[in-house]
């Protein structure tokens, strides 16, 4: 027989209602999140009945897909990301001052570094979770009675608004702590409806690194002290690939961990999770994050390409010494090409992370940083020249720029990701320059290119690994397609280079010349769109054809149903 104290405890679970609200983060993986899939887990395994409600950028609807199954009882935790901040804090917001919603909390790197500006402008929001997301929700939403009129303001490990008084209480940090691999699977209640094949897991939470453009590291010396990295037990993770890959059929597992190998002290994990995947005779790929120094040991990363590694990710960031230094990431470049060069003997596709422009570049850093990715034929990785190096509040970086007086301490929230002045006046015009051309005059054409090339390079490399004989019926088509795509790097590279120039000697753009490469680009891009096509309508026909092709991201932003 249940006593009091349980029934009471009972009867407030199955009266609240938990709905955890966010953006997709990436275009190239899953559009669910770790973070709130992880967090709906735990607190379904505590009796609470959760939703997970998933958004998309300037969808019409994302109102409706919150009010979706809401009642009085109902508390939204939301995380928020750089990207979809403002149309995501607007929604609620109002939601809010309408009285639709009642309760409303942040979590998520975003919302933790920058706290004390959100809850400063955003008189309407209850709270942020700061410290270990899944144990601080727990501690919040237990302490907080039936109607949702009172909880814990002293509940360690967030900052809270009273609703009565409006006042903050000051943040303490929890001293419990849930090891990452004692918590249950993340709920996986998006992927279940997402017709791909491809799915985000993590082995570890938590970097060894310290680069100043990063929030991992800052977030774990903030949460995690002690233990700047946490693992999951490897035979954990088999076991969540396995269920994923019999139960939901996904084959392609992208890990989202900072660094998938960190040095020698990771190889008996590693070599673990991978004969572990023999082992169960587990038919799957995976994507993974590498540090280039110490580069992973030739024994690990031969049994990581045995049991299905197509993709790896390498984050060069600049190759200027002086940049370097800026973002606290050394990298001589020839250990990229030395790296890349191992990885194409496998057969292994090469992603990279890169930033070209930063508030300290010179002209002649850009004109480097365009030869490089010419040099390694990832011109057309637009994104990581359109976008600069961004803000993480508390940063080495950005002490730098408020240091060098180019960023305002007082910035707020909404203002510090970009809000910084370039050294360089001549970059900051040829940066406005590029963007403007790219984003504004090019549109959509300038993403379709980078995102025909880079997903082709994925979809060559499972073909040419696992598809080899059906593969070699498509060779001239695809090097039709390469053939493409060197001829549109080509048309940026030569633009880049030229307005660059002008930049340099303080000339005006031609415009004839920028009509041109517009012309130019868009044409190639249309043929580029078409031949991409007509290889997916080969290979769609093939047998598992269709399953091919449902490994390779669609780069759209809403979800894929």
């Known amino acids: 027989m249940l006593t009091f104290y349980e029934y009471f405890f009972m009867a407030k679970k199955r009266k609240i209602r938990i709905k955890l609200v966010f953006f997709r983060t990436l275009f190239s993986q899953s559009g669910a999140s770790l973070t709130m899939g992880y967090l709906a887990s735990f607190l379904r395994k505590f009796g609470y009945k959760v939703d997970l409600c998933f958004l998309e950028k300037d969808n019409l609807h994302n109102a409706e897909r919150i009010l979706n199954n809401l009642t009085e009882n109902t508390i939204i935790i939301a995380k928020p990301n750089f990207k979809d901040f403002k149309e995501l804090l607007q929604l609620l917001s109002g939601l809010k001052e309408f009285g639709k919603i009642k309760r409303v909390f942040l979590c998520g790197p975003f919302s933790s570094l920058n706290s004390k500006s959100i809850l400063k402008k955003s008189k309407?929001?209850?709270?942020?979770?700061?410290?270990?997301?899944?144990?601080?929700?727990?501690?919040?939403?237990?302490?907080?009675?039936?109607?949702?009129?009172?909880?814990?303001?002293?509940?360690?490990?967030?900052?809270?608004?009273?609703?009565?008084?409006?006042?903050?209480?000051?943040?303490?940090?929890?001293?419990?702590?849930?090891?990452?691999?004692?918590?249950?699977?993340?709920?996986?209640?998006?992927?279940?409806?997402?017709?791909?094949?491809?799915?985000?897991?993590?082995?570890?939470?938590?970097?060894?690194?310290?680069?100043?453009?990063?929030?991992?590291?800052?977030?774990?010396?903030?949460?995690?002290?002690?233990?700047?990295?946490?693992?999951?037990?490897?035979?954990?993770?088999?076991?969540?690939?396995e269920y994923l890959n019999k139960k939901l059929k996904k084959t392609l597992f992208i890990f989202n961990d900072s660094c998938f190998w960190t040095s020698s002290a990771?190889?008996?994990?590693?070599?673990?999770?991978c004969s572990e995947i023999k082992r169960r005779k587990l038919n799957i790929k995976m994507y993974v994050y590498l540090r280039l120094k110490p580069f992973i040991e030739k024994n690990v990363l031969k049994a990581l390409v045995e049991v299905g590694l197509v993709r790896v990710f390498l984050g060069v960031e600049n190759i200027s010494e002086r940049t370097q230094i800026i973002y606290e990431k050394v990298i001589e470049q020839e250990i990229f090409f030395e790296a890349r060069k191992i990885l194409e003997n496998y057969n292994v596709n090469v992603h990279l992370g890169y930033m070209v422009f930063d508030p300290f570049s010179t002209l002649e850093d850009i004109l480097n940083s365009f030869m490089f990715l010419d040099r390694i034929e990832k011109i057309f990785r637009l994104g990581v020249i359109l976008e600069p190096v961004r803000v993480i509040p508390g940063s080495s970086l950005h002490k730098k720029l408020v240091e060098s007086g180019l960023i305002s301490e007082k910035l707020s929230y909404d203002k510090l990701t970009y809000g910084y002045k370039f050294k360089n006046k001549e970059v900051e015009n040829f940066f406005k320059y590029l963007r403007k051309i790219f984003t504004k005059k090019l549109g959509h054409e300038s993403y379709q290119f980078e995102y025909y090339s880079t997903s082709f390079g994925v979809l060559k490399t499972i073909l040419e690994r696992f598809h080899r004989d059906s593969s070699k019926n498509i060779k001239s088509e695809s090097e039709f397609f390469l053939n493409l795509r060197k001829a549109g790097m080509g048309i940026i590279f030569d633009f880049l280079v030229y307005s660059l120039d002008c930049y340099r000697e303080g000339k005006k753009v031609s415009k004839a010349e920028e009509n041109r490469f517009i012309f130019q680009l868009k044409e190639v891009n249309q043929k580029v769109?078409?031949?991409y096509g007509y290889i997916v309508s080969i290979v769609e026909k093939w047998k598992g054809g269709e399953g091919i092709l449902k490994e390779i991201y669609t780069g759209l932003e809403r979800l894929n149903k």
Not at 152 to 177: M, Q, V
Not at 266 to 273: A, G, S
């Open 124 to 241: 309407w929001l209850d709270g942020i979770i700061l410290d270990q997301i899944e144990l601080t929700s727990l501690n919040l939403i237990e302490s907080m009675n039936p109607e949702l009129s009172e909880w814990n303001f002293n509940c360690l490990g967030g900052i809270w608004r009273d609703p009565n008084t409006c006042k903050l209480t000051n943040y303490i940090s929890t001293i419990e702590s849930i090891h990452f691999k004692e918590l249950p699977f993340p709920a996986r209640d998006i992927e279940k409806i997402e017709k791909v094949s491809y799915i985000n897991i993590e082995s570890s939470r938590g970097c060894l690194m310290n680069c100043s453009f990063c929030h991992v590291a800052l977030i774990a010396r903030n949460t995690r002290p002690k233990n700047k990295i946490e693992f999951r037990d490897p035979i954990q993770v088999v076991d969540e690939i």
């Open 266 to 273: 990771d190889n008996d994990r590693v070599l673990q999770i």
């Open 529 to 531: 769109k078409i031949q």
